[in-house]
């Protein structure tokens, strides 16, 4: 195919499933070695960057993330902005200031969230890889949703170097493909230190020794409140891995009904101090009365611009962090998140990993998302937030299909630095088990 | 959950809230709250808990470096004569 | 009447805090700027280490516990100086903590030190609104905060002068191009009140002094003082009410995340500081005998000559080093200074003095030599010069020798505009004041 037969089709693509922002319209892809895309939130400098929020439109950032760049030096053509939840605020891609990405296999529905674009854009596009970005979920739900594989790190693992934050002690940028071959290939080249970001600067040494999993822990906890669908595939699920040699037991985790709550606490306590900065000044938008005082021309922008969801989480978080609060909530969250990195810690003693479902249903259409409250929402996430608290490596395998053909995925979580036993495992469960890719008729 | 204190964050916040959302917004945070008093019931923990991994000691040396052209820095920002415009200040 | 003192020091680093952006001298606003000190989304901080020694140094100083542990939390506030509405500062670990540093033999105590970054720098136009510069924005500061134990405006003026020589010299800051601010609280009756931003030891001393009065005569009046934080006008030297800032709940302190933790035991271990001059002061007084004023004197003119004094202190007694580098030799300092001369020349003619191999005079006479680098004959030919002129002064004013006697030592000092007068500065003052009072006490 030419390169404009190829553009355009890309182009004709996002008209349908809207999973770019800003994408590669015209000119020459070149001899470029592979496609990828990314979350709207990694700075690019050839692509507008808004992080889903209308209040840094117009943004050309100077530079380009750490992990893009790394991807271009490997011959990659970055062709796309992936869309995604107003500064990953969501579980469902619907709290976009620029529309809403829709599920290749039912454009009713969700592609899941925060990083819907990118799975959409995986699940549709072929050989392609797109970059998401994971706080508590925002990987491993949308590659649930849209059937694909997807990955993320340990925190720590990539750099977060031209990452628009969300929470810093939570954001790991992963990958989503519909071929686990190509996670292993790449999430190597985007790892490693990068002294622009120091959280990345302790790691060790990202190896690819392909060891297999020997016995894999379920916990109790996270099979209660799961729809019967998507429990029947589970189960199916744990059949195949028995099968292939692996041993599957039920264990008790019982801090895990605290990872919730500490999650909240923490992503939305920083996340109110990342988006003080935008103010109507510097970036994105900036056309107000400069007469204004600075508070009422800040404010202006701010309620103008946030959505309904950030603004939601910009209150939490600021009330969370204040003072006479701060001990109740951000201090407890802080100790909470060890505890529940010890339970892992013990697991693993024994385990190679633990499995869950990834999410507790398949993707719900828009109409059921609209009449969600909040806490309905947040709960969807109950079992995506544990190993993003952790920081701890997780991984969606697509593991089945409902009787309306959506997809389901499981979630495989590992120890810290531990993304060889996850990769090998999406390799070796690709082996057997027959995936689905969407029909795109255009 | 107390509106006045909804209007003291949203204020802290530097977002304007109508009267529909003031009620609306502090409806949704009492829920949350709610959702989150399990919390007071979660054990303690003495150790460090700013990042999941232990992130120690790093550190830059002190030279110093233009890594970006500065009329690029300043592109597309609101100027007058290399400063950045802002509102007004009191 | 209570003060404390909140004073933020720039510190001399060559890059800023958290990027490599350099912090010399700009050419124009905005230039010495990146994504990290403009705020800009994906930019993170890298903290430099140059800053955690200079902080490691000063904590030493000011005679501080410095914690094993430390690391950054984020003060969240909107002011357009702010480029991420977000300042990276240190809340419950700070560097130092519980110091105490001696202003003229009484102890003021050091509440706390910490790190933090300086904002960027605001300016208006006709219209009032802001036009930033963010050169400034990311520089590193240490805040110095102290306990409320100076009791008078002038006291917070010498505690103030006195810390930015102890800074200088730890830190080896030529002339003090950094700058450096303070927030001034003062309470009079039973509130305080916080003065903002305050540069410079006048203008310290001048707005305290104003909030002092204002205090004082709301009391008087019957009025209560009210908690709150004032602006200083410099120009009219007044305080105001400033628009009310942010509580102090709603900064939202939380740890930054970006940054992780800093174990700074064995990097302060391995740090050692250079004798504070208040601190070398208060031990040259105790350990030679000396009055305060002397040790003051000395060391304020050079710590170099302070150490100097000790050589000839331990070479040939502290008589000796009191009769001629507290003499001659301090009169003679600057003059050395400028030569880039050395003191071994010096040491070797008190050493001649010491043995008995020269007299008084001789001795004089060859230390200035040695100083100045002027001739023997002309350094006796200047000296005769410069007795002649003094003995004419005194005889002409007796009052002067009568004052001096009667222990009005500064009466000596009247002799320096003569003395100027006839040979505009061919004698440093230091050295007619030592020679006037030498001439003094042999006519008493």
Known sequence: MSDADTLSKLSRINDKYQMFNDFCRDGELGDAKFLFSVKDNLTSAEYETCAGSRILEGYRPVFDATCIAKLKAEGGKLIGKANMDEFGFGTFSTNSGFGIPRNPFDLSRSCGGSSGGSACAAAVIDDHISLGVSTGGSICCPASFCGTYGIVPSYGRVSRYGLIDYGNSLDKIGILAMDPKQMTKYLPVIAGKDKEDPTSCVQPELKITHKKMKSVAVPREAVEGIAKDVLDAFNKALEDLRSMGIDVEYVDMPELKYAMPAYYILATSEASTNLARYVGMRYGQQEGDLTLGFDDYFTSFRTQYFGDEAKRRILLGTYTRMEGFRDRYYAKALQVRMVVIDAYKKVFADHDAVLTPTMPFVSPKFDDISRMTPVESYKADFLTVPPNLAGTPHLNCPCGYNADGMPIGMQFVTDHWNEDQLLTMAEEWDKQFEIRKAEVSL | MDKEIVARVAKASHIRLTEEELDRYCKDLGDILDYFAILDEAPNHDGNGINPVEIADVLRDDVPEEKFDSEELLRDMKTYENYIRGPKLV | ?444
């Not at chain 3, 002061?281 to 305060?292: E, K």
């Open chain 3, 1 to 444: 009447m209570k003060i404390g003192l909140e004073i933020h020091v720039q510190l001399p680093t060559k890059s800023k805090m958290f990027c490599s952006c350099p912090t010399t001298d700009a050419p124009a606003p905005n230039t010495h700027v990146c994504p990290t000190c403009l705020g800009m989304p994906g930019s993170r901080p890298v903290l430099n280490r140059e800053v955690l020694v200079c902080g490691i140094k000063l904590a030493k100083m000011l005679g501080c516990t410095i914690a094993d542990e430390i690391w950054f939390s984020r003060k969240t506030y909107f002011y357009p100086d702010m480029s991420k509405s977000v300042q990276i500062t240190q809340y419950d670990h700070p560097i130092g903590t519980g110091g105490v540093v001696y202003l003229n033999g009484k102890p003021i105590r050091i509440t706390r030190i910490h790190l933090e970054e300086d904002p960027g720098k605001t300016k208006r136009t006709g219209d009032m609104h802001a036009l930033v510069d963010y050169n400034r924005s990311g520089i590193p500061l240490a805040e110095i905060v102290t306990e409320p134990d100076l009791s008078t405006p002038a006291e917070a003026r010498a505690f103030l002068a006195q810390l930015i020589q102890d800074i200088k010299h730890t830190l080896d800051l030529e002339n003090g191009e950094r700058s450096i601010r303070c927030d001034c609280n003062i309470s009079v009756g039973k509130e305080r009140c916080e003065i903002k931003n305050v540069t410079g030891l006048k203008n310290v001393e001048t707005a305290l002094t104003y909030e002092m009065v204002r205090q004082i005569k709301v009391l008087k009046a019957g009025g209560k003082i009210e908690r709150a934080t004032m602006n200083f006008d410099e120009s009219r030297g007044v305080t105001y009410g400033a628009r009310k800032k942010e509580f102090e709940a709603d900064y939202g302190y939380i740890d930054e995340p970006d940054l992780g933790i800093f174990h700074i035991k064995a990097l302060a271990d391995s740090i050692t500081i250079k004798e504070a001059p208040a601190k070398m002061i208060t031990r040259m007084a105790d350990q030679y005998g000396i009055d305060q004023k002397m040790a003051k004197q000395l060391v304020s003119t050079s710590t170099d000559l302070a150490q100097f004094f000790e050589t000839v202190s331990k070479q040939y007694g502290t008589e000796n080093a009191i009769k001629w580098v507290a003499g001659p030799v301090t009169a003679h300092w600057k003059a050395l200074e400028s030569r880039n001369g050395g003191t071994d020349e010096v040491l070797a003619v008190i050493g001649k003095f010491a043995s008995g191999e020269i007299n008084d005079t001789e001795c004089g006479i060859e230390i200035k030599c040695a100083m100045t680098g002027e001739s023997a004959e002309n350094a006796q030919e200047s000296s005769a010069g410069l007795e002649t002129l003094i003995n004419e002064y005194l005889d002409a004013n007796p009052k002067v020798i009568e004052d001096y006697g009667k222990g009005n030592v500064k009466a000596a000092n009247s002799v320096i505009g003569y003395v100027k007068k006839n040979t505009g500065s061919q004698y440093s003052s230091s050295e007619v004041v030592e020679t006037a009072k030498k001439l003094i006490e042999s006519r008493l």
